[in-house]
C-alpha cells in the first residue's frame, strides 16, 4: 500500500507538502498540488482519515439524529442528506432518537463522543436536554424540519450538568424547515370553496413547531373562508397512524361530524383512510380529504390524493450546506431557512377526475426558499 512519503517521492515534495495538499491546512502552488494528486493518483494512494483527522482536528462527519426513518417523508430527507454529504467529502453516522427527550440526549452525546464535525437533528417535542447538551459543548448543530423556540435555544437552566455559564452567547446552531402554516391554510381554503363548512383537522403530536404551525395554519384557513372553529373538529393523532384512526373515529362519532378532513402528515392520512373504510365511506364522495405530505404513492390512491409536497429531499441537502457553512465560519450569525411546498391537486378533495399524471402542482409561496436572521 502506498503511504504519503511514497506520494511525496514520487511528486518531489515534502511530506508536509503532501499533507498541505490533502488536509488544505496550507496554501500550495498550484502546479505543486497537480504534481501530488496526480503522485496520488498513480500510486493508488488512500489517505489515512483517523491519522488526517489528527491532523486537522476534524474527522469529515456528520451525526445526524432523526426520528420515524422508516417514515418516507424522513426516508427522503436522508437521501438528501447523505447525497450531499457524500458530495462534500463527508461521512454520515444515522442515529434514530425515537422522539423520545432522554434518549435524543443520549444520542448527541454518543455522536459527539464519536467526535462527528457538527449534527443535524430533527428535535423532539421536549428537547430542552438535547439544546442543553449541543449548546454546553457548542456543537456546531442544524435543527431540520422541527424547529426550536428561540427561548429554548437561550435559555440557561438552573444549574446541573446541562448548564451554560450565564450571558454565553456562542452561535452555534442554525434551522432548516418547509413552510407549514401557509399551505395548511391553502388545504383548508380549498375545501372551504368546495362548499365543506365543517372541516376537521387530524394534527400531529403536540409541541413540534411543525403540528403548531399547521394548526395555525388550518385556523388561519377558517378565518379566511369566514368559517367559525368548532374546537370538537381539532383533533390529534400524535403524528402516528394508530393515532389517527382512532381520533377519526372519534369525529366520525360527533353529532354533527365534519365533511371534510386535513390530515397533517403522511402516516396519519394512512390511518384516517382506514377508519373512514372501516366505515363504509367513500373519499371524496362521503367525505373529503386533503393531506400535509404526498409521497410516492399517493398519485396511485382511488381517489389520488390532494396533497402538500414538501422538498424533502432538498431539506436534507439545504441542511448539509448550512451546517458546512457554520464549519467554515463558526462565528457568523446564526440563520434559519425555510422552504416552500407546493400544493399538488388532484381528486381525494372532491374535484372532477384529470388524466393519471396531470395532478396540477402550484408552489404555495412565490420564492422557494426564504432566509431569516438570527434565531438565538
Same mark, same amino acid.
Given at each position: 500500500?502506498?503511504?504519503?512519503?511514497?506520494?511525496?517521492?514520487?511528486?518531489?515534495?515534502?511530506?508536509?507538502?503532501?499533507?498541505?495538499?490533502?488536509?488544505?491546512?496550507?496554501?500550495?502552488?498550484?502546479?505543486?498540488?497537480?504534481?501530488?494528486?496526480?503522485?496520488?493518483?498513480?500510486?493508488?494512494?488512500?489517505?489515512?482519515?483517523?491519522?488526517?483527522?489528527?491532523?486537522?482536528?476534524?474527522?469529515?462527519?456528520?451525526?445526524?439524529?432523526?426520528?420515524?426513518?422508516?417514515?418516507?417523508?424522513?426516508?427522503?430527507?436522508?437521501?438528501?442528506?447523505? /447525497? $450531499?454529504? %457524500?458530495?462534500?467529502?463527508?461521512? !454520515? @453516522?444515522?442515529?434514530?432518537?425515537?422522539?423520545?427527550? +432522554?434518549? =435524543? #440526549?443520549?444520542?448527541?452525546?454518543?455522536?459527539?463522543?464519536?467526535?462527528?464535525?457538527?449534527?443535524?437533528?430533527?428535535?423532539?417535542?421536549?428537547?430542552?436536554?438535547?439544546?442543553?447538551?449541543?449548546?454546553?459543548?457548542?456543537?456546531?448543530?442544524?435543527?431540520?424540519?422541527?424547529?426550536?423556540?428561540?427561548?429554548?435555544?437561550?435559555?440557561?437552566?438552573?444549574?446541573?450538568?446541562?448548564?451554560?455559564?450565564?450571558?454565553?452567547?456562542?452561535?452555534?446552531?442554525?434551522?432548516?424547515?418547509?413552510?407549514?402554516?401557509?399551505?395548511?391554510?391553502?388545504?383548508?381554503?380549498?375545501?372551504?370553496?368546495?362548499?365543506?363548512?365543517?372541516?376537521?383537522?387530524?394534527?400531529?403530536?403536540?409541541?413540534?413547531?411543525?403540528?403548531?404551525?399547521?394548526?395555525?395554519?388550518?385556523?388561519?384557513?377558517?378565518? /379566511? $373562508?369566514? %368559517?367559525?372553529?368548532?374546537?370538537? !373538529? @381539532?383533533?390529534?393523532?400524535?403524528?402516528?397512524?394508530? +393515532?389517527? =384512526? #382512532?381520533?377519526?373515529?372519534?369525529?366520525?362519532?360527533?353529532?354533527?361530524?365534519?365533511?371534510?378532513?386535513?390530515?397533517?402528515?403522511?402516516?396519519?392520512?394512512?390511518?384516517?383512510?382506514?377508519?373512514?373504510?372501516?366505515?363504509?365511506?367513500?373519499?371524496?364522495?362521503?367525505?373529503?380529504?386533503?393531506?400535509?405530505?404526498?409521497?410516492?404513492?399517493?398519485?396511485?390512491?382511488?381517489?389520488?390524493?390532494?396533497?402538500?409536497?414538501?422538498?424533502?429531499?432538498?431539506?436534507?441537502?439545504?441542511?448539509?450546506?448550512?451546517?458546512?457553512?457554520?464549519?467554515?465560519?463558526?462565528?457568523?450569525?446564526?440563520?434559519?431557512?425555510?422552504?416552500?411546498?407546493?400544493?399538488?391537486?388532484?381528486?381525494?378533495?372532491?374535484?372532477?377526475?384529470?388524466?393519471?399524471?396531470?395532478?396540477?402542482?402550484?408552489?404555495?409561496?412565490?420564492?422557494?426558499?426564504?432566509?431569516?436572521?438570527?434565531?438565538?
Amino acid at each position: 500500500m502506498a503511504t504519503m512519503a511514497d506520494v511525496a517521492r514520487r511528486a518531489g515534495v515534502s511530506v508536509a507538502t503532501v499533507s498541505h495538499v490533502l488536509n488544505d491546512t496550507r496554501p500550495v502552488l498550484p502546479h505543486t498540488r497537480q504534481a501530488v494528486l496526480d503522485a496520488i493518483d498513480t500510486l493508488g494512494y488512500t489517505p489515512n482519515t483517523l491519522a488526517r483527522s489528527l491532523v486537522t482536528s476534524r474527522t469529515r462527519s456528520i451525526g445526524l439524529a432523526v426520528s420515524a426513518i422508516s417514515n418516507p417523508y424522513f426516508t427522503e430527507i436522508l437521501q438528501g442528506v447523505e /447525497a $450531499a454529504a %457524500l458530495d462534500a467529502g463527508y461521512s !454520515l @453516522l444515522i442515529a434514530d432518537p425515537h422522539d423520545d427527550p +432522554g434518549h =435524543e #440526549r443520549k444520542v448527541a452525546q454518543l455522536l459527539h463522543e464519536r467526535r462527528v464535525d457538527g449534527m443535524i437533528v430533527a428535535p423532539s417535542a421536549r428537547p430542552h436536554a438535547l439544546v442543553g447538551y449541543l449548546r454546553r459543548h457548542t456543537v456546531p448543530t442544524v435543527f431540520l424540519d422541527r424547529m426550536i423556540d428561540t427561548q429554548v435555544l437561550g435559555a440557561v437552566p438552573a444549574g446541573g450538568e446541562e448548564g451554560t455559564a450565564p450571558g454565553q452567547d456562542v452561535p452555534w446552531c442554525d434551522q432548516v424547515c418547509a413552510d407549514g402554516a401557509g399551505p395548511t391554510a391553502r388545504l383548508v381554503t380549498h375545501l372551504a370553496g368546495m362548499g365543506h363548512r365543517r372541516i376537521g383537522m387530524v394534527a400531529g403530536l403536540p409541541g413540534l413547531s411543525t403540528t403548531e404551525e399547521r394548526v395555525a395554519g388550518y385556523l388561519d384557513g377558517l378565518t /379566511a $373562508a369566514g %368559517l367559525a372553529h368548532d374546537e370538537q !373538529l @381539532l383533533v390529534s393523532g400524535d403524528s402516528e397512524s394508530a +393515532g389517527a =384512526e #382512532r381520533v377519526t373515529a372519534a369525529l366520525l362519532a360527533l353529532p354533527d361530524p365534519p365533511t371534510a378532513l386535513v390530515t397533517a402528515n403522511n402516516a396519519m392520512t394512512i390511518g384516517a383512510l382506514r377508519t373512514l373504510r372501516r366505515h363504509g365511506l367513500s373519499v371524496p364522495d362521503d367525505i373529503a380529504l386533503c393531506c400535509f405530505d404526498d409521497f410516492a404513492w399517493a398519485d396511485l390512491f382511488s381517489p389520488r390524493l390532494t396533497a402538500i409536497a414538501q422538498p424533502s429531499r432538498e431539506l436534507g441537502a439545504q441542511a448539509v450546506r448550512v451546517l458546512l457553512d457554520r464549519l467554515g465560519e463558526p462565528g457568523r450569525p446564526t440563520r434559519t431557512l425555510r422552504l416552500s411546498c407546493a400544493f399538488v391537486h388532484r381528486t381525494s378533495c372532491g374535484c372532477p377526475e384529470e388524466p393519471v399524471g396531470a395532478g396540477r402542482t402550484e408552489h404555495t409561496d412565490p420564492s422557494t426558499l426564504s432566509e431569516k436572521g438570527t434565531v438565538s
